[in-house]
């Protein structure tokens, strides 16, 4: 309680989104039984096991009915004590929680405030548990206050991992900048479009400072390779890879604007076309050679291909708040809100644009670059959580199995942020873990809050979605949270805003 209210007099403007206290409930011990286990290592399905749970720690895996033959590193002696609680997760799927690179923490869509603890809400419904804020817009100070009131179980919100945007107009100023963020909780950088000294000097001063560089680079002077130069860790979307590889500037059409978003956006749609695939090939093997990640973020773009699709989504009349609607609505005032004249022409050059861009992810990671999964929802008619799980299905559309796509979500995200104990299902690593109604191996829509129809027995169930967000061993019961925030966009919508 202490800590909420030092949040809200340091930040007045944001008392009425205030998150409310957890109703994530910790437990001395806690057991989980009969469970399907994806490790999150790309291993195949193992189970039923049963684990055990101590302090937030995994402390025992074993198999639910021993045979005599159990010979693998997974398995573990059961332990005898008495749990606090047992979830049977019979008929259930286990696997790490998922790790989400690019997750904006909002506190306003459409001019208007957000319920406090939607976005985390939304999150947590979808067995996210740890989250990367790629750049702090609500502010440094706050986005580690609520890090450290999630760490504490104050709040119910997953793991965050604050970014904080570093651009200046010198480099003198961005030393100064970099320094002042690393004493205020930032664990990293966002860096976009900047001047190539300041750029030399913001990847200095990070590396003095020990913070990682993650960058949206936009159209620039620089370009992916001198990314991987200047020690840049991940890549996000892929601004920069194809531009690398162009042999010059991206041909545009002689009024191309920049600042104007439809332009910008219903031409990046060629972007991929006209790059040169010798070329590529070697950017590809130099950001691999510096150990650069891709996050790749293919949902956030989804309605440029299909906007119909987008704007109608299942989730969108339960889940969507109504000024999220309004803010995803054309208005050249909101970035990412650029759907003024969007054509057939606009969506069959970004579905073929799409082609090409996954090709290359999928031969960025059968070379052995590290690729994840981000969201970057709350623009272009993307909702959070539902945005993630939306991303794990289109990684499989760009040819990766299932279960190298839950690696990406999971252990891949876990490396790229340095985190040692969390992303796999292991004794000894944090009990961070959702369990879905439904396999993910079969099809990724089991995890969608909305669920999905299925035939049992001749006629169709809805079954389906999250069932339990287990954060470093607190258990969020993600049916119960979905009520809220359905109750939360009734109540909004009944009110009229």
């Not at 021993?66 to 005898?80: D, L, R, V, Y």
């Not at 159209?219 to 890879?241: C, F, K, P, T």
């Not at 996954?358 to 670059?369: D, I, S």
């Not at 993910?440 to 999250?466: I, S």
Request: proline share 5%.
């Amino acid at each position: 309680m202490r800590a909420t209210l030092l949040l809200c007099l340091a930040a007045p403007a944001l008392l009425a989104q205030a998150p409310t206290p957890s109703i994530g409930q910790k437990y001395g011990r806690l057991l989980i039984t009969n469970a399907l286990v994806i490790d999150g290592m790309g291993n195949p399905l193992r189970g039923p096991l049963d684990l055990t749970i101590e302090n937030g720690r995994i402390i025992s895996i074993a198999q639910s009915r021993p045979s005599e033959f159990s010979g693998s590193a997974i398995n573990s002696p059961p332990t005898n004590r008495a749990a606090d609680r047992t979830i049977d997760a019979r008929g259930m799927y286990l696997m790490p929680g998922i790790i989400d690179l690019h997750g904006h923490i909002q506190f306003e869509r459409g001019g208007k405030a957000l319920p406090r603890d939607y976005v985390y809400k939304l999150w947590l419904a979808h067995g996210i548990t740890t989250v990367r804020e790629p750049g702090s817009m609500e502010g440094i100070d706050t986005v580690v206050a609520h890090m450290k009131l999630s760490a504490d179980n104050r709040i119910n919100a997953p793991t965050i991992v604050p970014y904080a945007t570093a651009g200046a107009p010198t480099p003198e100023a961005a030393r100064a900048l970099i320094k002042s963020l690393k004493l205020k909780g930032a664990a990293g950088l966002k860096v976009f479009i900047n001047p190539p000294d300041v750029w030399e000097a913001i990847a200095d001063e990070a590396r003095l400072q020990g913070l990682p560089i993650a960058t949206d680079m936009k159209i620039q002077h620089y370009n992916a390779l001198d990314a991987a130069r200047l020690g840049v860790r991940s890549i996000e979307h892929w601004y920069g890879i194809p531009d690398a590889a162009i042999g010059g500037r991206q041909h545009w059409p002689e009024d191309y604007n920049y600042d104007d978003e439809l332009m910008r956006f219903r031409w990046a749609g060629d972007l991929w076309r006209q790059a040169d695939s010798a070329r590529l090939s070697a950017v590809i093997d130099t950001l691999i050679a510096h150990k650069v990640t891709w996050d790749p973020t293919f949902a956030i773009y989804d309605a440029n291909r299909d906007l119909m699709r987008a704007r109608n989504a299942p989730w969108m009349r339960e889940y969507a708040l109504p000024n999220m609607l309004e803010h995803f609505e054309a208005d050249p005032a909101r970035h990412g809100s650029y759907f003024f004249d969007w054509t057939t022409a606009d969506e069959v050059r970004w579905k073929r644009n799409y082609r090409i861009w996954m090709r290359w992810v999928r031969e960025f990671a059968r070379r052995g670059g590290n690729v994840t999964v981000g969201s970057d929802a709350g623009f272009i008619w993307e909702l959070y959580g539902f945005c993630t799980i939306r991303e794990l299905e289109m990684q499989q559309e760009a040819g990766f199995t299932p279960l190298e796509v839950i690696q990406h979500a999971t252990y891949n995200g876990a490396r790229a942020l340095g985190l040692t104990s969390t992303g796999v299902v292991r004794v000894g690593f944090d009990a961070d873990l959702l369990l879905v109604d439904g396999s993910p191996l079969h099809n990724f829509k089991v995890l969608y809050g909305t669920g999905v129809d299925v035939a049992e027995g001749g006629r169709m169930v809805h079954r389906g979605g999250v069932k339990y967000t287990i954060k470093k061993g607190i258990v969020f019961d993600a049916e119960a949270i979905r009520a809220d925030v359905r109750e939360m966009v009734r109540k909004a919508r009944d009110a009229g805003r």
